[in-house]
């Protein structure tokens, strides 16, 4: 294998064939440039190994010219072929699972690798979320039309698709829900009335100057957790952003309801112990949260989501450990 420095000629090239795949079809130019800055070009000879079982799937694999064989593990059996401008490797880099098969260069091939350097694509885009998301929801589009065409059907209950749902839909550092899980279903919670309640502590940026960030994180998985020991049932829990959770509930939907829900939330968080990750200091949570209730309070995603996800710093503004309904504001 060599590495061919990445020109301006073959980069117009790659980024042509990677506009071509149906995996990055619809994808902008802007988002194809990002993508393009991790990618790397290496030649294969023919019969040189590409990737081999066991090996950790973290990259995707794109043919420029040439073509590949995927081989079974004992290599007497061949499983697949493609050819310049295919796409494979998809299904170890969603599931970070080891390769299960070999991958031979045919002729000479010139493959388009991505991430370069096998980086775990949280980490290069851990600052650009819609991109990371936008490349999981590609993947599982990818893979089920892939196996669609193999008249391999993927049901809705399969390990691929749970996985693939997973790594979209779940906050990697907390294990909740995330942001794109809150945007994509907002129109299936408002299908009966609800109250969203999101909360951030009043005192965090405290915590993490004085402690550090990793004793920060630390706290935030400790705080999921205890969310979802004592308010899973029948109630959608999220990591928003950065230390803001949220919490939607199809179970208190009017205004006396709903406090007395928050207050409930507000009392655990705050009375959290949490001096085994400070030290043995005895440091407590200050919260601050926003309720917002549907359809009283609107009926579309900024009325409800954005307009809540300010509240607790209002709420921090006005001295903090406070509960905030749109009218107080």
């Given at each position: 294998m060599?590495?061919i420095p990445?020109?301006a000629?073959?980069?117009?090239?790659?980024?042509?064939?990677?506009?071509?795949?149906?995996?990055?079809?619809?994808?902008?130019?802007?988002e194809l440039?990002?993508?393009?800055?991790?990618c790397?070009?290496n030649?294969?000879e023919?019969?040189?190994t590409?990737?081999?079982p066991?090996?950790?799937?973290?990259?995707?694999?794109?043919?420029l010219n040439?073509?590949a064989e995927?081989?079974?593990?004992d290599?007497k059996?061949a499983?697949?072929?493609?050819?310049?401008?295919?796409?494979f490797?998809?299904?170890?880099?969603?599931?970070?699972?080891p390769?299960?098969a070999?991958?031979i260069a045919?002729?000479?091939?010139?493959v388009?690798?991505?991430?370069?350097?096998g980086?775990p694509l949280e980490?290069?885009?851990?600052?650009k979320?819609?991109i990371?998301?936008?490349?999981f929801q590609?993947l599982?589009?990818?893979?089920s039309?892939?196996?669609?065409?193999?008249?391999m059907?993927?049901?809705e209950?399969?390990?691929?698709v749970r996985?693939l749902?997973n790594?979209?839909?779940?906050?990697?550092l907390?294990?909740?829900f995330?942001?794109?899980?809150?945007?994509?279903?907002?129109?299936?919670?408002?299908?009966?009335?609800?109250a969203l309640?999101m909360?951030k502590?009043d005192?965090f940026?405290?915590?993490?100057?004085?402690?550090?960030?990793?004793?920060?994180?630390?706290?935030?998985?400790?705080?999921?957790?205890h969310l979802?020991?004592?308010?899973s049932?029948n109630?959608?829990?999220?990591?928003?952003?950065g230390?803001e959770?949220?919490?939607?509930?199809?179970?208190?939907t009017?205004?006396?309801?709903a406090?007395a829900?928050?207050?409930?939330?507000?009392k655990e968080l705050?009375?959290l112990?949490?001096?085994?990750?400070?030290n043995g200091?005895?440091?407590?949570?200050s919260m601050?949260?926003?309720?917002v209730?549907?359809p009283q309070?609107?009926k579309?995603?900024?009325?409800?989501v954005?307009?809540?996800?300010g509240m607790?710093l209002?709420?921090?503004?006005r001295?903090?450990?406070?509960?905030?309904?749109?009218e107080?504001?």
């Amino acid at each position: 294998m060599q590495e061919i420095p990445l020109s301006a000629d073959l980069a117009v090239q790659a980024k042509t064939f990677l506009q071509k795949t149906s995996f990055f079809s619809g994808w902008t130019d802007g988002e194809l440039d990002e993508i393009m800055l991790h990618c790397q070009v290496n030649e294969f000879e023919d019969g040189s190994t590409i990737f081999t079982p066991e090996e950790n799937g973290s990259r995707v694999y794109l043919l420029l010219n040439g073509s590949a064989e995927v081989l079974s593990p004992d290599k007497k059996t061949a499983l697949a072929e493609f050819v310049a401008g295919e796409l494979f490797g998809e299904i170890a880099l969603l599931t970070g699972k080891p390769h299960d098969a070999y991958a031979i260069a045919r002729k000479q091939a010139s493959v388009l690798e991505f991430p370069k350097g096998g980086v775990p694509l949280e980490t290069l885009f851990h600052d650009k979320p819609r991109i990371l998301a936008h490349l999981f929801q590609s993947l599982l589009i990818f893979t089920s039309q892939r196996t669609r065409a193999a008249n391999m059907l993927i049901k809705e209950n399969s390990p691929v698709v749970r996985e693939l749902r997973n790594q979209v839909y779940s906050d990697k550092l907390s294990g909740l829900f995330n942001r794109t899980y809150l945007e994509e279903s907002f129109g299936e919670f408002c299908k009966a009335p609800f109250a969203l309640i999101m909360m951030k502590p009043d005192n965090f940026k405290l915590i993490n100057d004085s402690f550090g960030h990793e004793a920060g994180d630390t706290a935030l998985i400790f705080m999921a957790g205890h969310l979802k020991k004592t308010f899973s049932e029948n109630t959608v829990l999220v990591r928003y952003e950065g230390n803001e959770f949220a919490v939607l509930t199809h179970l208190y939907t009017d205004k006396e309801s709903a406090r007395a829900f928050a207050e409930k939330i507000k009392k655990e968080l705050e009375t959290l112990d949490l001096s085994h990750i400070f030290n043995g200091e005895k440091i407590f949570l200050s919260m601050s949260l926003g309720v917002v209730l549907f359809p009283q309070h609107g009926k579309i995603y900024t009325d409800i989501v954005t307009r809540c996800s300010g509240m607790p710093l209002i709420g921090r503004q006005r001295g903090g450990s406070m509960i905030l309904f749109p009218e107080d504001i």
